[in-house]
């Protein structure tokens, strides 16, 4: 290869030696003596500005020598492009050139620039030889596409248009390329501006289908890019959702009681799907379905289908749906149902009876008995009442338990006047059916007569096994007493008065019919105090002894009501014994400063105080009456003063009148009843104070 050159050089030179120096001659002698070509990978469209050229010499003149070669680049119209540029190596046989760009243009048009390039011999040029280059570095419009609206169904193919959506670049279109995106931010080619020829997905301008898929259950992005012939991609991707639903519908049963029902029961299927939906589109669109027994569904357009189940017994409701892209919840039939429910249904009342007796030991405790083959007994609901027999009031219902298949109440026959009564039973299944009774198992009518129980009687009175009783009266000024005892309960009195501070026995016998004494049962003695005492009730209970006596002895306090009684037990009837009242006299106390005083001297200073531990005294204090006398004559009210909150009270005294000389006076303070004072009037012993 180089012997040829070194021979074609040669040749050059003595052709130009033959010619002389004649500038014309020599160039003239150069014309077309070289043969111009891009290299091959210039061939065709391309986005580099960096070109490669090659070319070959012939018919170079016998003796004519090179001294190298000019080129420049000719623009859009044929004109130059930059300033020529000149190789002065005659040997080589290719070169890489950049198209010129105009400063402040960084971006070429597209289109077919020229290139020429001549020999040179020293001043004188040949003829250029010129060829075209094809560059386009603009970004194409990105395409149109047609995608599928709404949802697909998963594991589906999805045909995608790509269409143009304006006129080619330069280069024309090469085609499109086409990315399923799962990563967000990728593309369908490596580079960021252009694809290679392996990148494109559908060929030619015109665009096409491309089918995508199997797709996955997810929003898949498809993104396209035009490819301009010269491999630039549009700046821009089109894009599409591609939106898959490979989630059968969620279906629900909405109605069915969560126990017995006792009658025919609307039932409804619910469907949700939060993807391509069940929104009702035809026949060919989400439906609905719910079905009884494994019989022929009811099948519904839309999200929703009813029924209703009717008969007795235990049904079984079963649904399943298809959403819109064909997702089923369940294989299309109620062979295997995804979503099941049980429907219980019970429209027969249960069976009630009254037992056919009363147990002995407990007269009062009613039974009915409660039987449903069905939904069974109801032990949460059902009641007893009663009323008089033969009457038409209303029945009064009695607190009532369920438990067993039994309902049973405890009659409080006690409340109740003697008398025959009539009961009724209602009782319910788990269904809610209700059925009544007034009737024994053996069909009679359930009454009974009242007092269904040993009836007692309680006599109550003051004091122990015997009242040791004064009564007194005064003649001339006398107090005469006589004493007695009493023994049975009745006949002693129902009130009495005793001094502060003392406690009082209290006394009773408990007897069942016929006047049998009842033994060791527990008797209840109730006292209420009057207004104004710090403690409003006091209970106490005793226990009888074996002839039926009960004894107490009640603690000091204020005056009181005593009421006894004896609550009943399930074979005696509760009874009460009279009422007591019982006074308490108020303590009062009174000293005098001095047992003497001196005419028209220093007064006398009373004092005194009012026992208050068992009561509140008012804030204005109490109304104390001081009172005096001479021997065997009657008391006289000189003064009456206020006690303090405490109880104290005090006054001063001045003997003036000189007839009280040498006279001995009695003094005594006395506190009448008072409205919210719980005591009885009472006065304080008397104090003498002589005058001199």
């Not at 039974?367 to 069905?374: I, K, P, R, T």
């Not at 005594?668 to 001199?692: D, K």
Request: with cysteine; hydrophobic share 35%; charged share 20%.
């Amino acid at each position: 290869m180089k012997r040829n050159l070194g021979r074609m050089f040669s040749l050059l030179a003595l052709a130009l030696a033959a010619l002389g120096t004649d500038a014309d001659a020599q160039a003239e002698a150069l014309d077309e003596v070289v043969r111009l070509a891009p290299a091959p990978e210039n061939a065709s469209w391309t986005a580099t500005s960096d070109f490669s050229f090659e070319w070959d010499l012939v018919d170079v003149p016998g003796g004519l020598e090179l001294t190298g070669y000019g080129y420049r680049f000719l623009d859009l119209s044929g004109r130059p492009l930059g300033p020529d540029r000149h190789n002065s190596d005659p040997q080589y046989r290719g070169l890489s050139a950049t198209l010129p760009r105009t400063p402040g243009e960084p971006a070429l048009p597209g289109g077919r620039y020229g290139f020429e390039l001549w020999p040179e011999h020293g001043d004188a040029d040949g003829k250029a030889a010129q060829t075209f280059i094809y560059f386009d570095e603009s970004r194409p419009a990105p395409p149109r596409l047609l995608a599928p609206a709404g949802w697909v169904r998963a594991g589906s193919r999805v045909e995608l248009r790509v269409e143009p959506s304006a006129g080619p670049p330069p280069s024309g279109i090469r085609g499109y390329a086409v990315e399923l995106e799962h990563h967000p931010g990728t593309g369908p080619c490596d580079g960021d501006d252009r694809c290679d020829a392996s990148e494109v997905d559908i060929s030619g301008e015109a665009g096409g289908s491309i089918s995508l898929g199997p797709l996955a259950e997810q929003v898949n992005l498809a993104r396209v890019v035009t490819v301009s012939g010269s491999g630039m991609s549009s700046a821009l991707a089109a894009s599409a959702e591609l939106r898959v639903d490979g989630t059968p519908p969620r279906v629900e049963i909405e109605g069915a009681p969560r126990g017995w029902a006792g009658g025919p029961v609307a039932i409804a299927a619910k469907a949700v799907d939060e993807r391509s939906g069940m929104a009702a589109a035809g026949a060919g669109g989400p439906l609905t379905a719910i079905a009884v027994d494994g019989s022929i569904a009811t099948v519904a357009v839309g999200d929703s289908a009813a029924t209703v189940v009717h008969d007795e017994g235990i049904h079984t409701v079963g649904a399943y749906a298809r959403d819109a892209v064909g997702n089923f919840s369940a294989g299309g039939d109620l062979s295997d149902p995804p979503v099941s429910t049980l429907v219980r249904i019970d429209e027969t009342p249960p069976r009630l009876a009254f037992a056919n007796y009363e147990d002995p030991a407990e007269p009062e405790r009613l039974v009915a008995a409660v039987a449903d083959s069905l939904s069974g007994p109801d032990p949460a609901r059902g009641s007893i009442a009663v009323r008089p027999a033969g009457s038409i009031q209303p029945f009064e219902p009695i607190p009532t338990s369920g438990s067993g298949g039994r309902l049973t109440a405890i009659w409080d026959s006690d409340s109740y006047p003697a008398g025959a009564y009539e009961f009724r039973a209602s009782g319910y299944d788990l269904a809610g059916n209700r059925s009544s009774t007034e009737l024994r198992a053996s069909g009679g009518r359930m009454t009974l007569a009242n007092p269904v129980k040993t009836p007692t009687t309680i006599a109550s009175g003051f004091g122990g096994r015997q009242l040791v009783w004064h009564r007194c009266r005064r003649t001339n000024g006398e107090l005469h007493c006589q004493r007695q005892l009493i023994g049975p309960f009745e006949a002693r009195p129902d009130s009495r008065s005793v001094a502060y501070g003392r406690g009082v026995p209290v006394g009773g016998r408990l007897t069942g019919a016929g006047g049998q004494p009842l033994a060791n049962l527990p008797v209840q003695i109730t006292e209420t105090f009057g207004p104004g005492a710090e403690l409003a009730e006091r209970q106490t209970t005793v226990v009888t002894d074996a002839g039926g006596v009960y004894l107490a002895r009640l603690a000091p306090g204020p005056s009181r009501q005593i009421e006894v009684g004896f609550g009943g037990n399930p074979v005696l009837t509760s009874s009460a014994g009279r009422e007591l009242q019982l006074g308490v006299r108020a303590a009062v106390r009174l000293r005098s400063s001095s047992a003497s005083a001196t005419i028209g001297g220093a007064p006398v200073v009373f004092s005194g105080v009012v026992a208050n531990d068992e009561a509140t005294i008012p804030a204005t204090g109490l109304p104390i009456e001081l009172q005096f006398r001479l021997p065997d004559l009657p008391w006289s009210e000189f003064r009456t003063v206020q006690t303090g909150p405490g109880g104290r009270f005090r006054y001063a005294y001045a003997f003036s009148d000189d007839d009280s000389s040498g006279v001995r006076f009695q003094f005594r303070a006395r506190l009448a009843a008072q409205p919210g004072w719980p005591f009885e009037p009472g006065v304080s012993r008397p104090v003498s104070v002589t005058g001199r």
